[in-house]
């Protein structure tokens, strides 16, 4: 058994059935693509490297075919393997990564002198998808050729993962973006083009300049679910308050703290989807203290009722989604109240949950719409997709 078996399906099955040809190209950035290779693998994926000169020169082929159990192509021969892949449907996806200002350029001139080049020919006439995740010095990716180039193979179809600026540097995507796109890449994308928002995380009401009301939540519900509208093809954003998890840096993010400068952001609300998993405050402090009141001095915290924000939502948007966390509520009574909610406020659907399951990786909810109620049970990610499906109808 080769070692690569030994992580095969180890995170996920996402991209179980899917072969990925990962075309590595001549910059420093590719001393990455071991442990990126390796992380495709623990998806499901079936992994075959493919590597220009220059990329020999920085990593061995001996250490790619350890990470992925393939031997790479680094030159094209009588098996004329850039069609066997492409033309013949045994890839699914082509990634080219790390990719230099070099290779982008030959793709978009159709130059196909280096085994990348080649393959990159072959799938874009065999329309399967191609992502390029370009890694250069800063001038280099503003040289008018290469931005040229970049923009007309954008016009062919071809995505771009990155580069994120950082010291003068157009830095290569980070190996989570990599994979995700992989997923969005070999995902159904029934939500493509479309602009989808989540609203997420906690509010945080301020007593003073230390202390704050808030509730229960980490956040979790509505990453999962930017994660899988970006792995459906959405421009999804996300806009989190207090978050006890790590948030997607590939996807575009805005933070806030309470449900004030919350209710400031919605006039730039104009998505198509509105998904609000957020646990906002009821209440807030009516009197915010300056500095902070020393711990051994009492003093009372008078709450006031701060406004609801799905109404306003609803006027920017046609198409909203909102929570209703109840606790103690047998499923009947659940539903009754979510559902008054919904059309209270002329929600398209209501996910009605216990927050006994806030927190978990797993919970149990039920998504409720004008014509039913659909019970949902398991990971974050199964109640995210099913959330997705929704959409996708809408």
């Not at 931005?147 to 994120?164: Q, R, Y």
């Not at 300056?290 to 198409?319: A, H, M, N, W």
Request: aromatic share 4%; proline share 5%; with cysteine.
């Amino acid at each position: 058994m080769h070692p690569s078996e030994e992580i095969y399906c180890e995170k996920s099955n996402k991209l179980r059935g899917k072969t990925i040809v990962v075309g590595i190209t001549g910059s420093i950035a590719a001393t990455e693509c071991f442990s990126t290779i390796r992380e495709l693998i623990r998806h499901g994926a079936n992994v075959i490297p493919v590597m220009t000169k220059g990329a020999q020169d920085i990593v061995t082929p001996m250490s790619m075919e350890f990470a992925s159990g393939h031997k790479p192509v680094t030159e094209l021969t009588g098996r004329a393997e850039h069609v066997e892949l492409f033309d013949r449907g045994v890839a699914d996806a082509l990634l080219i990564y790390p990719a230099t200002a070099n290779t982008i350029s030959k793709i978009a001139s159709g130059i196909d002198d280096t085994p990348v080049a080649s393959m990159a020919t072959v799938a874009l006439g065999a329309g399967i998808p191609i992502a390029i995740a370009p890694a250069m010095h800063n001038s280099m990716i503003n040289h008018p050729a290469v931005k040229e180039n970049i923009e007309k193979l954008k016009a062919w179809g071809v995505s771009f993962i990155g580069p994120h600026i950082s010291d003068n540097r157009a830095k290569v995507a980070s190996k989570d973006e990599i994979v995700a796109w992989a997923f969005r890449l070999t995902s159904k994308d029934d939500l493509k083009k479309k602009k989808i928002l989540i609203i997420g995380g906690r509010s945080e009401e301020p007593i003073d300049d230390m202390r704050i009301v808030t509730n229960r939540s980490t956040g979790l519900m509505a990453v999962k679910l930017a994660e899988r509208a970006f792995e459906r093809g959405s421009d999804v954003e996300l806009w989190m308050g207090g978050a006890s998890v790590m948030l997607p840096e590939y996807i575009p993010t805005k933070r806030f703290e309470s449900v004030s400068q919350l209710m400031e952001m919605i006039r730039d609300i104009n998505h198509d989807i509105v998904i609000v998993p957020a646990a906002l405050a009821d209440f807030a402090p009516d009197h915010v203290e300056k500095g902070k009141v020393p711990s051994d001095q009492t003093f009372d915290v008078r709450l006031q009722p701060v406004p609801k924000v799905l109404p306003y939502i609803r006027e920017r948007c046609e198409k909203v989604i909102g929570f209703k966390a109840e606790s103690g509520m047998s499923k009947h009574d659940l539903i009754a109240k979510a559902r008054a909610r919904m059309d209270m406020y002329d929600l398209n659907a209501i996910v009605a949950n216990d927050i006994d399951a806030a927190g978990r990786s797993a919970t149990s909810v039920i998504l409720i719409t004008a014509n039913g109620e659909t019970e949902i049970s398991g990971p974050k990610s199964k109640v995210s997709d099913a959330i997705m499906d929704y959409c996708s109808r809408l």
